[in-house]
Nanobody, 125 residues
């Protein structure tokens, strides 16, 4: 299983970014996906996730200003984050759920087994 995350960059506060995560070796039809982020000196934290059914869950940190979507044909998930804040600065990772057909969306990084390489998002004030 390979995950390729992209779309990060430098953006001013208030701007938007769309992150992409293309997967190979595991289909979204059977597995959920999650986005996490890790800021310098901090632990990796859950941002948003989607289960195999298509239910979506956002963390409070991005709820209301983010949209997670997926393209099954491309086996790709997207995370759009609007109204970016300096505290959104982090390396963003996508990951696949380790359990096939898990019904709930888990926010524990230990429930994800394959990870992308991460894409850096830097928000300037």
């Amino acid at each position: 299983v390979q995950l390729q995350a992209s779309g990060g960059g430098l953006v001013q506060a208030g701007g938007s970014l769309r992150l992409s995560c293309a997967a190979s070796g595991r289909t979204f039809s059977n597995y959920g996906m999650g986005w996490f982020r890790q800021a310098p000196g901090k632990e990796r934290e859950f941002v948003a996730g989607i289960n195999w059914i298509g239910d979506i869950y956002y963390s409070d940190s991005v709820k209301g200003r983010s949209t997670l979507s997926r393209d099954k044909a491309k086996n790709t998930v997207y995370l759009q984050v609007n109204s970016l804040k300096p505290e959104d600065t982090a390396v963003y990772y996508c990951a696949t759920d380790s359990r096939r057909l898990r019904g709930r969306i888990t926010d524990s990084l230990y429930d994800y087994d394959y990870w992308g390489q991460g894409t850096l998002v830097t928000v300037s004030s």
